[in-house]
């Protein structure tokens, strides 16, 4: 018998191949994906009391397939399609089959994700519903805005795929940034959950790092995806030491190395180097690089800072971006002092202020810089922020644990010693 959160871990784990193989037969996606949803729904009910089948995936594409042809045979409309279908595959043969899907059937709904069609942002937000498994409410948080406008987004990008050919695409290279960016940024939601009492959802890091070997097993010379899979394993490899024994958050200079992955930073680090060597670095390639110079100090006070800095002004030439030149900053601020660092966080006021990141950062920096009361006021803000639990708890923490920061704590709560 297994625990309901086993349960859950193995439905989200299945959930983008049965969609997948729907599609593929049916391409209906609209009416696929809700029909993989009611075969979730009843999984998730029957499955902690009676056992999990021997073919779980064999059990949701049967059970998602007798929903979907059982809409399908309800909508008058479109019953000359399902007759096609039925012609071509008949119901009860494909019904009682028990076949795994295609091993790329995920791979190819991730391509019709990144349809041409769709915005950048619709690709992304279609991907991580359909392929990364993730409610409309956490994509929602994850760009920050609404919940109702984001499901008219997914709503909107299902319609415009609807009757896309499902298989490899012959256009497969011109979609493949969209794709890289979408993996990496459900890498990024499984590295650090966006909410939620748990620092990390590695069940979607683990999916992104097992699409992005296929997408590199297919494009091998490409050094992009390299670069991609080296940056996931570099940072994957830090998982199990950036959790205390509690699920309390330890930030990268106080983990213990130890319980780094050696084996996945050695993987990582021939990828990037290989990548490297073949010409002009991209992107992945360059934030891989920075993850390989942390991975590869001994300790944190033997960082090789200055290498750093340097690729990060390599990496702001390429991709200008808030994020990245918030990175910047911190390297900066590790070479050149914190209120050099400062200077840098100043600029990015207004185009990360919705976020938690850049009060964050801000309060590292003016605790290393000793303005302990505006450091506490930064952690706080920051801390206010953040949907992330572990997150509040860790930068709370921080702001108590300054000099003053308990006498902080308690006029902000009302308190008084008196």
Not at 17 to 45: C, I, M
Not at 219 to 247: C, F, I, K, Q, S
Request: glycine share 8%; charged share 30%.
């Amino acid at each position: 018998m297994r625990s309901t959160t086993e349960v859950e871990d193995l439905l989200r784990r299945h959930a983008p191949q049965v969609l997948g193989a729907l599609v593929r037969r049916y391409g209906h996606f609209d009416a696929a994906e809700d029909a993989v949803q009611e075969a979730l729904l009843a999984a998730a009910g029957q499955w902690p009391a009676r056992g999990v089948p021997d073919n779980p995936r064999g059990w949701l594409i049967r059970v998602a397939s007798r929903r979907l042809t059982d809409a399908l045979r309800a909508d008058e409309a479109r019953r000359a399609r399902e007759e096609r279908v039925a012609a071509s595959a008949p119901r009860d043969t494909f019904v009682t089959d028990d076949r795994a899907p295609r091993e790329d059937d995920t791979l190819s709904l991730l391509f019709l994700c990144c349809h041409p069609d769709l915005s950048p942002p619709a690709q992304i937000a279609l991907t991580l519903r359909a392929v990364g498994g993730l409610t409309t409410a956490e994509i929602a948080r994850a760009y920050l805005v609404p919940e109702a406008t984001m499901a008219q987004r997914i709503s909107r990008a299902k319609q415009k795929v609807r009757g896309v050919r499902f298989g490899r695409p012959d256009d497969g290279t011109r979609r493949l940034p969209a794709v890289l960016q979408t993996l990496y940024l459900i890498f990024n939601e499984g590295h650090t959950a966006t909410s939620g009492p748990s620092l990390q959802r590695r069940d979607l890091a683990r999916e992104a790092i097992r699409l992005t070997r296929e997408v590199h097993r297919l494009l091998p010379g490409t050094g992009e995806v390299a670069g991609l899979l080296a940056l996931m394993l570099l940072t994957d490899a830090r998982r199990d030491a950036r959790t205390g024994a509690h699920g309390e958050l330890v930030p990268l200079d106080e983990q213990d190395r130890d319980r780094w992955d050696q084996g996945a930073i050695e993987e990582g680090v021939a990828l990037v180097t290989r990548a490297l060597g073949r010409g002009p670095a991209g992107p992945f390639q360059v934030r891989a690089a920075i993850a390989a110079v942390h991975d590869e100090a001994p300790s944190a006070d033997a960082t090789d800072w200055p290498e750093i800095l340097g690729l990060y002004d390599v990496l702001v030439r390429l991709v200008p971006g808030p994020v990245e030149r918030l990175g910047r900053a911190v390297a900066v601020a590790m070479v050149r002092g914190p209120r050099a660092g400062l200077a840098e966080v100043d600029k990015l006021e207004g185009e990360l202020s919705a976020g938690h990141r850049l009060d964050a950062v801000r309060g590292h920096l003016l605790e290393r810089a000793g303005a302990y009361e505006e450091a506490g006021a930064a952690y706080e803000s920051a801390a206010a922020r953040t949907l992330s639990l572990p997150e509040q708890r860790y930068l709370r923490a921080r702001a108590a644990r300054l000099p003053g920061g308990a006498a902080r704590g308690r006029a902000g709560t009302g308190e008084t010693t008196a």
